[in-house]
């Protein structure tokens, strides 16, 4: 079926047209018809021609213009003019505007049968190529999905880390770059302590918003989506170097919170999931493991909604296949310098083994050893402990197999937890106190300056995000509370100079607007800047 509209503004001319159109082409072609320029420019809104003779002497605007107007809301009508006036400039504009034929009256049947027969062959090539391109990209977007998930799996999953299928992934996904970083997706309802619980149920909710999920994901990062893994979605973004730069990472941290943002918006409607991100660093695609693991220790180390590996101090994740959530909450809690916490846990471990292996002692001292081994080392790997001497462990074989009793074990056991824990928690403290020690001298320096939250955290050289937080935590106080509060204590020493206007003070102090430093100042101390003078 074609929609065929004649323009025309004389009737006769409009009748002998159909006339011709119908006894040649009967039902294959749907009529319309107009008389003038306005009505034909308003019937082809709602009519939608895939073909339109038109004249080009017609009432009030005339077909040139008429066509002109079409062509702004639709581009793929075939125009054949048909008029009495064989003029150069017509033809010409005509041309210009893609009019496929141009005829003079009189015209033969056989003219005008034989160009709408060739107008007709140009729609149904064009209507197969689109045809086909729908074709080809339905395929596409069923075919390349899967490819995605291969590819995660085999990078993530494989011995060699996929090495041996990468040549042949990259040809089907096109990829010439030859660095990737992971951003790792997780989503659930929210718990305690900024775990997301009910992984199992929200997979299963999340596979009916894959596809939707996906997209979103591909709007922010040009990235290879892998398929859903519990309750976590693997993102591999490729890039040109294995390094960041600072304000890459800060962009990359920016995209990941407006993507959470996006996802939890589109959770809203039915499964209300919280969404997470652990970002890990850029490797070679063949050690892409690398960047997974940072990514997830990333996400297992932070509680904030987007983390960024390079912001946290680098810990191992260790899992095993007994107890394994009592070893891996045990070697978290160890990690983060929690003794108390890691007590419990260990205590735990310590029971289950005495329980179901008490005539094993053999395997349980190994264990014990073991694991103040283990976390002596990841405590190092993290800078929780300073030096790590090799002679620093001579006694503990001796000290494990001369413990007379389970009682005596356990005792050495947790000691020597307990001294990994107080030597973390010591330096993580020290790190952030340091720190935030540098931030603040910064700001007590360059308070006079327009100082904002990014110009000092890059000075700490950690995000913004990430660096808001831990002032926070820290300080006890946001940066802007603090800035504000060094600027007053500097407003109100120099209050006691009489011979500075407040507008001097004002700028001295960091403030450009007199009237904003005099409501900050009261907001402070209950007081204008002039009263606070008065009173000294």
Known sequence: MYRVLLADDEGIMLESLKSIITSNFGTECELAMAKTGRAVVELAETFRPDIAFMDIQMPGINGIQAIREIRKFNTTTKFIIITAYDKFDYAKEAIALGVVDYLTKP????????TLE????????????????????????????????????SMLLQED????????????????????????????????????????????????????????????????????????????VP??????????????????????RKLGRMSAGGMDARFRAGIGKPYRMEELKLSYREAYRALSQSTSSVAHVDDLPVRGEYVGNYPGET????????????WLGARQRANEFFDW?????????????????????WAERDAFMKGGIGQYAFHERRDYMSAVLGCSDYRELREWFLGKLEEVCRKVATKREEQSESVISKAKAYIDENFVKDLSLDEV????????????????????????????RVRIAQAKELLRDSSLSIKEICVR?????????????KKQEDVTPSEYRERL
């Open 107 to 114: 015209v033969r049947r056989q003219v005008v049968v034989e």
């Open 118 to 153: 060739r107008a007709m062959r140009a729609i149904d090539e064009e209507r197969k190529k689109r045809s086909d391109n729908l074709k080809i990209q339905e395929r596409l977007e069923t075919v390349i999905p899967i490819v995605e998930n291969g590819f995660v799996n």
């Open 161 to 236: 880390g996929g090495a041996s299928d990468l040549t042949y992934y990259k040809t089907l996904l096109d990829l010439t770059n030859e660095y990737a970083y992971v951003v790792l997706i997780q989503f659930g309802l929210p718990g305690e302590d900024g775990v997301l619980t009910t992984p199992v149920g929200m997979s299963v909710k999340m596979q009916s918003c894959y596809p939707e999920c996906r997209n979103i994901c591909k709007e922010f990062f040009p990235c290879i989506v892998g398929p859903i893994m519990t309750n976590r979605i693997v993102l591999v």
């Open 239 to 260: 890039c040109d170097a294995d390094t960041q730069e600072y304000g890459e990472r800060i962009r990359i941290i920016e995209l990941a919170r407006n993507l959470m």
């Open 327 to 338: 070893e891996r909450q045990l070697f978290a809690l160890v990690g983060k310098g929690d």
């Open 353 to 373: 083994m005495v329980r179901n292996y008490y005539d094993d002692r053999s395997d349980i001292q190994l264990k014990v050893l073991e694991f103040v081994i």
């Open 457 to 484: 955290s890059r000075y700490v050289n950690i995000s913004p995000y990430y660096f808001s937080k831990l002032f926070k935590e820290e300080a006890g106080e946001n940066f802007i509370e603090y800035l504000t």
């Open 509 to 521: 102090c960091g403030y450009s607007d007199p009237n904003y430093f005099s409501r900050i100042f």
